[in-house]
């Protein structure tokens, strides 16, 4: 079966741009997940997706994120305007269930905002 | 709540030398405990967890990890390291219940293999 996949892979962009990441996750996968990760930090959650509908968001870090998730198929993220503290990793993840050994994750998407 | 604390950010290591990645987690109930490892370019993959029953878990590539729940640890280790085996890796636990099943991961350990 295809894997999570992510694009774009990198992305770099100026401080007050806006930038889209997409993530298609597995075929039938109901739940979709959004991660960050800041250099050298941990791994955090920003929030769950099941079908098209936000589940948990308690990790989103302000409203200039925006996630959505049509039709309960792919997800896109934006980030609007983009600040420097928003480079990192942006990781997504997909499972059947909501257990973390069922989820299989895409490669990530670099941001860098400079 | 859950902490998920990595001690080691680099751990450079020579081929076929053992290796130990320490993991130490803080929670007040119990948990799943996992190592996943990313490879250059790649997304995470799950390397083992612990659900429950033996202490001592077997993963893929080699891998296994002791849970301790007295120390409150699960470090990864493999008695012999390959080239192959450089990548990062990151410990992670969630609540074995109580209907959240987010996980807190920890900072990731970056494993050196030198030949």
């Known amino acids: 079966e295809a894997g999570v996949t992510q694009f774009p892979s990198h992305s770099v962009i100026e401080k007050g741009q806006t930038v889209t990441l997409r993530c298609d996750p597995i075929?039938?996968?109901?739940?979709l997940y959004w991660y960050r990760r800041v250099m050298g930090k941990e791994i955090k959650f920003l929030l769950h997706f099941v079908k098209e509908s936000k589940q948990d968001e308690s990790g989103m870090p302000n409203n200039r994120f925006l996630a959505e998730r049509t039709g309960g198929t792919y997800s896109t993220l934006k980030v609007q305007p983009a600040e420097l503290e928003d480079s990192g990793v942006y990781f997504c993840a997909s499972s059947q269930d909501r257990t973390l050994y069922g989820y299989t994750f895409g490669s990530g998407t670099r941001l860098t905002v400079v | 709540a859950q902490s998920v604390t990595q001690l080691d950010s680099q751990v450079p290591v020579f081929e076929e030398a053992p290796v130990e990645l320490r993991c130490n987690y803080s929670s007040s109930v119990s948990v799943y405990l996992f190592w996943y490892v990313q490879y250059p370019n790649q997304g995470l993959q799950l390397l083992l967890k612990y659900l429950s029953g033996s202490t001592l878990v077997k993963g893929i590539n080699g891998f296994e990890a002791e849970f301790n729940k007295s120390q409150t640890s699960f470090h990864l280790r493999k008695p012999s390291v390959h080239i192959s085996d450089t990548a990062e890796y990151f410990c992670a636990v969630t609540p074995a219940s109580g209907g959240s099943y987010i996980p807190t991961f920890g900072r990731g350990t970056s494993l050196i293999v030198h030949p």
């Open positions: 075929s039938g996968h109901d739940n």
